[in-house]
């Protein structure tokens, strides 16, 4: 089991940067490749980027190529989500998910998700 917690999310004005992290507990993080999806209001939840067990391959939607860099620390248990240059349409809660297969990029392929975590860019 994993249990999973996002953090720094909040309020960011249009070009500006965040910096999500998401806490892993459990001893078999390193089994699990990470990903972030988002969920704007109204729209269905969106897969953002993924990062495999080993940190050597990650995969972005298009939209958030170039501007946001997924990361993993195995010594501290936690995926990070850069995000520069973000934009009003960036604005969702952003969730942080386990996932036992290699690069998983639908929700449905994710075991274990946290409670999300508020991003709002404003124009």
């Known amino acids: 089991q994993v249990q999973l917690v996002e953090s720094g999310g909040g309020l960011v004005q249009a070009g500006g940067s965040l910096r999500l992290s998401c806490a892993a507990a459990?001893?078999?993080?390193?089994?699990?490749?990470m990903g972030w999806f988002r969920q704007a209001p109204g729209k269905e939840r969106e897969f953002v980027a993924v990062i495999t067990r080993n940190g050597g391959t990650t995969s972005y939607v298009d939209s958030v190529k170039g501007r946001f860099t997924i990361s993993r620390d195995h010594a501290k248990n936690m995926v990070y989500l850069r995000m520069n240059s973000l934009k009003p349409e960036d604005t969702a809660v952003y969730y942080c998910?386990?996932?036992?297969?290699?690069?998983?990029?639908?929700?449905?392929?994710?075991?274990?998700w946290g409670q999300g975590t508020q991003v709002t860019v404003s124009s």
């Open positions: 459990g001893r078999t993080f390193s089994s699990y490749a």
């Open positions: 998910a386990a996932s036992g297969q290699w690069l998983p990029s639908k929700d449905r392929m994710y075991d274990y």
